[in-house]
């Protein structure tokens, strides 16, 4: 190893190094007895010679080699390279590109949505270039096509949708109306200049995220939340894939789709032979087709069925998976009238707020050994709502419930409400222990009203939940005990089934912040809006009822 780069590496750095995620580097330590041990127990450094000599015999597979490495090549060679690069003083070996950045994807894409400004409007924009990006991305030949044609400045909305719709999803065409050619000849020679120096396709996936991101910025929060943190999805998949072989993997409310990318690809960094099988279902057609793009430019194959819409629309209930993973709407209302697909198992949740309902949809989807994670209001683990109390009395009880997580607010683009992440498991009949975890304080902000949880975060509720789950208590160490507790049912019992974290770890009450103040007030008023709303149907029912007794009566 060059004497320049550093000796002892944390697991983040070691994934990076290597190219892949940090649940693969904790399934490699996992699963393999002779994978060194840390030389800092409490910080987890591990000494990179002794790793770069591990993976010396670990080939990179196929579908992870990246275009500048040989078929013979090695995770060992890999981490020895990135490694050495991002030592002091490093440079370029001659006649190698260095690696472009997703700094250099974003500065690109920025400058194209400035040429955009006043041709359409920023979220057009952003669907624009990212409709282009996947076109490009999957159709080498139409691509050239488009670009011929542009090239011409004969290329609108219209002609668009006509003579390349077949090739794209069908929201297309209503989602650029009106876009004139000047918007695509701008929007496709931007598209076109992307250099992506010999690596196609991960280029083009972080011009897609960033077109993306731009896109969430100016997303209207009222159309479902369009993405779930990335912090979020890492702290939730991290936790449940590492001893987990998943030859399935589902989400009910799956927005674009982060969950299952990322749970593909922890999946295929472990175990490249087994690609698990992805469904889904989408809420709304932009999405529908925002997430079908997503998918595709991730290699992946994805079942949402023919149209969008909810979960219990759909006869599958005999469709189960080895790994739920779901972020559904936050204390919003369900439909009027139960589904015929819906066991209700634990008790019928109150109309006027689904999250119980989403909670025993997951369960009820999840195999014989299948484990769930959804990101839920706050709300939910401690509400008082009778409905509610008892159905999570009954999923406790029933062994469904495995480990709560209080996350911190401000986590989301659109509010600033905190979560709560439920970790469940197919019912054993019974329940012992419930793990709690308070990491409501972690995190830094990453702008004035935004906060991301950073990767000695998610490292230290890793640590909590793996050595509860490996039986490990003892070595939590001080830092993972002192935001986590191990509750017993009678604890439980004692405490009417409250699942707030914070109650178990700190022995806090709960408290509600304003921001779940503000968003249990703006789910009242909505429901209030759905009540108001319905009102004339009932007047002209109950008009039509009086005429009919009146007749009987005369």
């Avoid at 969950?259 to 295929?268: D, S």
């Avoid at 990767?455 to 001080?478: K, T, V």
Wanted: a negative charge; proline letters at 7%; one cysteine or more.
């Amino acid at each position: 190893m060059d004497q320049n780069g550093p000796r002892l590496v944390s697991r983040a750095q070691l994934a990076r190094y290597a190219g892949v995620s940090r649940a693969a580097v904790t399934t490699w330590q996992k699963r393999h007895h002779d994978f060194p041990e840390p030389e800092d127990t409490k910080s987890e450094l591990f000494d990179l010679d002794q790793v770069i000599d591990w993976l010396s015999s670990r080939t990179i597979p196929a579908k992870a080699r990246r275009p500048n490495e040989p078929v013979d090549a090695t995770y060992a060679d890999r981490v020895r390279a990135t490694a050495a690069a991002d030592a002091p003083g490093a440079t370029s070996a001659p006649g190698h590109r260095s690696p472009v950045g997703t700094d250099d994807v974003d500065n690109a894409v920025f400058r194209l949505l400035a040429d955009l400004r006043g041709l359409c409007a920023p979220t057009e924009s952003a669907l624009l270039i990212a409709v282009l990006v996947f076109l490009r991305s999957s159709d080498a030949n139409q691509w050239s096509l488009l670009r011929e044609r542009t090239g011409h400045g004969t290329v609108d909305a219209s002609v668009f949708a006509a003579d390349f719709g077949e090739h794209l999803p069908p929201f297309v065409p209503g989602a650029l109306q009106g876009l004139g050619p000047d918007a695509f000849t701008t929007a496709v020679r931007g598209v076109d200049a992307i250099d992506t120096h010999g690596q196609e396709r991960d280029i083009l996936l972080a011009a897609f995220n960033s077109a993306l991101s731009f896109l969430e910025k100016n997303w209207d929060p009222r159309h479902s939340i369009l993405r779930t943190p990335e912090s979020v999805v890492r702290t939730m998949v991290d936790i449940l894939t590492p001893d987990n072989p998943f030859d399935s993997v589902y989400d009910p409310f799956c927005r674009i789709g982060d969950f299952l990318t990322e749970a593909v690809r922890v999946r295929t960094e472990t175990d490249p032979a087994r690609i698990p099988r992805v469904s889904g279902t989408v809420p709304n057609e932009l999405v529908f087709g925002i997430a079908g793009m997503n998918m595709l430019i991730h290699g992946i194959e994805a079942e949402f069925g023919p149209r969008p819409g909810f979960p219990w629309d759909r006869d599958a209930a005999h469709d189960t998976a080895d790994l739920v993973l779901t972020n559904p709407p936050f204390n919003l209302s369900g439909p009027s009238e139960g589904s015929p697909h819906e066991s209700f198992r634990y008790g019928e949740p109150p109309k006027e707020n689904a999250n119980f309902r989403w909670l025993q949809h997951v369960i009820d989807r999840l195999s014989p050994n299948g484990r769930a994670g959804v990101v839920m209001a706050n709300g939910a683990s401690s509400s008082a709502n009778a409905k509610e109390a008892a159905i999570r009395a009954n999923m406790v009880e029933d062994g469904a419930v495995e480990c709560l997580i209080a996350l911190p607010g401000q986590l989301f683009q659109h509010t600033a409400i905190p979560v709560t992440l439920w970790i469940l498991k197919a019912p054993t009949g019974g329940c012992e222990e419930i793990l709690f975890i308070d990491a409501s304080r972690l995190g830094r902000m990453a702008s004035r009203t935004t906060r991301t949880l950073q990767e000695e975060d998610i490292a230290l509720i890793q640590r909590a939940y793996n050595g509860w789950r490996d039986g490990e208590r003892d070595d939590f160490g001080s830092d993972a005990s002192s935001i986590s507790h191990v509750a017993t049912i009678q604890e439980i019992r004692d405490k009417k089934y409250s699942l707030r974290p914070s109650i178990y770890v700190t022995g806090r009450a709960p408290q509600t912040s304003q921001a779940e103040q503000a968003e249990a007030l703006t789910s009242l008023i909505q429901r209030l809006d759905s009540l108001e709303a319905q009102i004339p149907y009932i007047d002209a029912r109950t008009n039509r009822v009086l005429q009919e007794a009146r007749k009987w009566i005369r």
